[in-house]
């Protein structure tokens, strides 16, 4: 079953929470990354699109795209997530 924005959303809080536990500052999260984590990328079913929206809607204040695809949802999106998560 391909995955969904549950599934994103778990991966990237776990992607913080390990960022978090050794103290870092920031965590720089990249989508394809984050989809092959996940599962189902590369692949003809992956959810780029609805894993790119998940990584856009968890920013937060002082948050900053690093890189982004000319359509701005791709495998490239790169977004800094500063830490901690409130």
Do not use: W
Not at 21 to 40: Q, W
Not at 50 to 77: H, R
């Amino acid at each position: 079953m391909p995955p969904d924005t549950y599934d994103f959303k778990v991966a990237l809080n776990s992607l913080f929470k390990a960022a978090e536990a050794k103290f870092a500052p920031y965590v720089d999260v990249n989508s394809g990354d984050l989809h092959r984590r996940v599962g189902m990328y590369p692949g003809r079913n992956h959810r780029m699109p609805s894993c790119c929206e998940v990584m856009k809607a968890n920013m937060g204040p002082g948050d900053l795209i690093l890189k982004q695809p000319p359509k701005g949802k791709g495998a490239s999106l790169t977004i800094r997530y500063m830490l901690p998560r409130s």
